[in-house]
């Protein structure tokens, strides 16, 4: 009996998964088609499905273009008919010189975070958060150098 109530949860949660994931990619929040994707952050089994995703895409086209595809794209979902369902995503674009400064902005406050703590176990979670934004701001400059032109930041979430 535990057995077959675990099994109907788990083909549950794998159909909510499938319907969330495909919803979220053909309707919602469809990858941008001159995008590379830099990050992807996602809170349960896999990205841009069940639970929540941040995806950071980068691209050559202008922040204005990539702007006009999600409205484009929202419309014409809008105008399909299509509901809302178990998925939601919102789609931001920015300029990648804005993305940068945001970063920068975000890097040296950290640091300064770091000089004003003195509890030691505070400092070590610190340290992994500037490494981290370390990281982010160095990915957004190598790309700005390539000649990527904008930050497309898709916010996914479905069933929560």
């Not at 998964?17 to 994707?37: F, M, Q, R, V």
């Not at 509890?119 to 700005?144: F, P, T």
């Amino acid at each position: 009996m535990v057995g077959s109530a675990i099994a109907f949860i788990c083909v549950i949660l794998l159909l909510a998964d499938i319907k969330c994931a495909y919803d979220i990619e053909n309707w919602w929040a469809p990858l941008y088609p001159n995008g590379e994707t830099v990050r992807v952050e996602y809170d349960l089994f896999r990205a841009r499905a069940l639970g929540e995703t941040y995806l950071y895409m980068t691209s050559t086209d202008d922040a204005e273009t990539a702007k006009q595809f999600y409205r484009d794209t929202r419309l014409a979902t809008l105008n399909a008919g299509k509901t809302r369902g178990l998925a939601w995503s919102e789609s931001f674009v920015v300029t990648l010189e804005q993305a940068v400064a945001a970063a920068e902005t975000n890097y040296d406050a950290l640091l300064k975070e770091l000089d004003e703590v003195t509890h030691e176990e505070s400092r070590k979670e610190l340290a992994v958060e500037i490494s981290s934004a370390k990281d982010w701001l160095e990915k957004l400059l190598r790309r700005l150098d390539d000649g990527a032109r904008s930050l497309i930041t898709i916010s996914s979430a479905c069933g929560t």
